[in-house]
């Protein structure tokens, strides 16, 4: 068994004459946590998009390897997709993009509830996972109330409460004061590899992509480099 | 400058045509069933005698009831119109536009989509002319000249179609500029005071009690203003309880709600249950008439066999009046979930993107969006049928409420009432899925 948790070869992606990916090799180990840093526009989220199952490539293929075995992304339809979404990853987006209407803790164990379980067992996961980032006391408190690293926080929690074996977070920190974005990826570090978990980030800030354990650098749609954090490239 | 901006934004969006054609349908409706109504409502007048005032009245009666419904589908397609800028409001300011060239655009836009919705509409109105032109009333059709309107009556409609749309923009937009996120920032869920509840038995009360002195009242005069007094009374009290029962319902709901799609659909109400509210409010209208139709219907079934020649005229009269309102107001209720539910999917629509990413099924948004519309119906339509019952009343008996012919009015009006809305929420749908997928 290989040590891979997501194994992607040859992917490119077009939007008409932009060439997003143009040809992307990236071998992800489980446990690890991986930068993806680049200018904008150079297919980082195109990249992450095409990883997690949410975008399909035009040509290339991702395996994804789990408890119960290995399957080809790419390959699947569009309603297995949604399910892996659901099931095997978590998400964290820059706005965080939680459901404003619903509470903190309800925004948590709505991801569990997708999956089957019941509500009342979903929010006692969702206060465990709530209390463990920080947010002990503000469980009934709607998203407007949360400052932006809060509301980030519990994004976190919802990504993780699924016990998702790979997390994506796209410039998770992007929105965030210096001082708040150092906690946040603290936090993610903490639930994601801290667990055995893998953690897959794209950023733009080098503290953020230092404390990952491995940084590729993408610029035109492909992988240009790759660097250990710390050690000159 | 604006010129060149305002051809940018024209084109085709992210939102698809359908943002834009939703409210120009709404637009044209609006225009449409105005002109029928009116132009049938004109006929009216050009008779002198007696009966004839009686006409007048009940066409002015079911010009008011249409108002309503009237004015929030004029509301909703403004408001779409007006959201359907804002994702590229921001791309305006970077582009150096002033905020209040992008105002004035918005404006502009709404206005230059209610012109072109209300000259389809006026079209739409001649095509409908020989159709209507052939509604008897009073034993005869009503003839294409009774229903034809002049050109100032076009051009006032015309230009009170466009007026409402700037007028709702212009409102809708301060919302936008006082609140650049919209629902994203909002803080607390508004609240609603119990006194409403109070003031609401009161008035309803006093309906009641007048619809059962009513027989005693000296003159035509009195009974009429009796009548409407009761009338619009109660339909204030509904306007000002719904939102409150919509509330409590969700409450319950939300704690009970064991799926997502039940927890979203008692979460999105309870955010605001006067939007709920407004969204189904034209069929608590139209529930209230079904009440109101059925037991008149019945009741002047019962008359039927006693009458003159004139009187049974004027029954099947007001029978045809009766159903032209409902149509109408069906008509209009459907469109404005429609063009609500646009403007909704276009306000959420990074989020049903993110909603997807994380792999929460579309039928699953779906189904909750569905839900926090039709909850809310159920409870307002039956809420208000009930209400209407009430106050008919000592009016009616309860013998003729419970007369099959009447039951079966009210629950063929209610079943096409919901039916209508389900068929906004059906046409929205493409939209959604198109948000979710990015
Ligand atoms: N849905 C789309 N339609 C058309 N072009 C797209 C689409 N998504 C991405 N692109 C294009 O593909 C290229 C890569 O985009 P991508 O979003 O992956 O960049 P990125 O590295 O994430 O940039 P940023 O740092 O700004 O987020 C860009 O040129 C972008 O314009
Ligand atoms: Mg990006």
């Known amino acids: ?233 | 400058m604006i010129a060149r901006v305002a051809w940018l934004l024209a084109r085709p969006g992210t939102s698809g045509a359908a943002a834009s054609l939703l409210p120009v349908t709404a637009f044209a409706i609006v225009t449409a069933l105005l002109l029928v109504v009116l132009g049938g409502a004109q006929s009216f007048w050009t008779w002198s005698d007696d009966i004839g005032v009686t006409y007048q009245a009940l066409a002015v009666i079911a010009l008011v009831l249409l108002v309503v419904p009237l004015a929030s589908l004029g509301g909703a397609a403004a408001r779409l119109s007006a959201r359907r800028r804002d994702d590229r409001l921001a791309t305006l300011r970077l582009l150096g536009a002033t905020p209040a060239t992008v105002s004035a655009l918005a404006v502009l836009e709404s206005v230059v989509l209610a012109a072109a919705g209300a000259i389809a509409g006026v079209v739409l109105y001649f095509l409908l002319v020989p159709l209507v032109a052939l509604i008897p009333f009073r034993g005869e059709p009503l003839g294409v000249d009774g229903v034809l309107l002049g050109l100032p009556a076009l051009a006032a409609v015309f230009a009170g179609v466009v007026l409402l749309a700037a007028a709702s923009a212009v409102l809708g937009l301060r919302q936008v500029v006082i609140s650049p996120l919209g629902v994203r920032t909002k803080q607390d869920a508004p609240k609603l005071h119990w006194l409403r509840i109070v003031i609401g038995v009161a008035v309803i009360a006093i309906a009641f009690l007048m619809m059962s002195v009513l027989q005693v009242a000296g003159s035509m005069l009195v009974i009429f203003a009796m009548l409407g007094l009761a009338f619009g009374g109660t339909i204030a009290v509904l306007n000002l309880i719904g939102p409150w029962v919509i509330r409590l319902v969700a409450q319950s709901q939300a704690r009970r709600a064991k799926t997502p799609a039940r927890l979203l659909a008692a979460r999105s109400v309870l955010e605001s249950p006067k939007a709920a509210w407004r969204q189904v409010s034209g069929v608590a209208m139209t529930s209230f008439m079904a009440v109101f139709a059925g037991t008149g219907i019945a009741l002047l079934g019962s008359f039927g066999e006693a009458g003159d020649v004139e009187s049974m005229q004027l029954f099947d009269d007001i029978r045809t009046g009766i159903l032209i309102t409902v149509i109408g107001s069906f008509l209009m209720v459907a469109s404005s979930v429609g063009v609500n539910q646009a403007a909704g999917i276009l306000d959420r629509g990074e989020l049903y993107r993110s909603l997807d990413m994380l792999g929460m099924p579309t039928p699953t948004m779906d189904s909750a969006r569905r839900r926090a519309v039709m909850s809310p119906l159920r409870i307002t339509a039956i809420g208000s049928a009930v209400t209407a019952a009430i106050v008919m009343l000592p009016l009616t008996g309860a013998a003729i409420i419970v007369a099959p012919l009447s039951l079966a009015v009210i629950a063929g009006v209610l079943a096409a009432g919901i039916g209508v809305v389900w068929l906004g929420l059906l046409a929205t749908k493409p939209m959604l899925e198109r948000a979710a997928a990015g």
């Open chain 1, 1 to 233: 068994m290989s040590s891979f948790v997501i194994e992607a070869s040859g992917l490119s992606k077009s939007f008409g004459q932009t060439h997003a990916l143009a040809g992307v090799d990236l071998q992800v180990r489980t446990g690890e946590a991986i930068a993806i840093m680049g200018a904008s526009g150079s297919g980082k989220t195109t990249l992450l998009h095409c990883l997690a199952g949410i975008t399909r490539p035009d040509a290339g293929t991702v395996d994804f390897q789990s408890g119960a075995g290995r399957v080809e992304v790419t390959s699947l339809s569009e309603r297995e997709r949604s399910r892996l979404r659901r099931e095997a990853y978590g998400f964290v987006f820059q706005q965080g993009l939680l459901i404003p209407e619903l509470t903190a803790v309800e925004n948590v164990a709505l991801a569990l509830m997708l999956n089957g379980m019941p509500r009342a067992r979903a929010e006692e996961y969702g206060r465990g996972w709530l209390a463990a980032l920080g947010l002990a006391g503000m469980e009934d408190r709607r998203i407007g109330q949360l400052s932006g690293g809060q509301a980030q926080r519990v994004a976190i929690a919802r990504a993780q409460v699924t016990g998702a074996s790979v997390v994506f977070a796209d410039e998770p920190t992007g929105a965030l004061d210096s001082a708040t974005s150092a906690e946040v990826m603290q936090a993610l570090l903490d639930s994601t590899t801290g667990q055995g978990r893998t953690l897959v980030v794209v950023t733009h800030d080098a503290d953020v992509a230092g404390r990952c354990s491995r940084i590729v650098d993408m610029r035109d749609g492909r992988i240009v480099g790759e660097r250990v954090p710390g050690v000159a490239a």
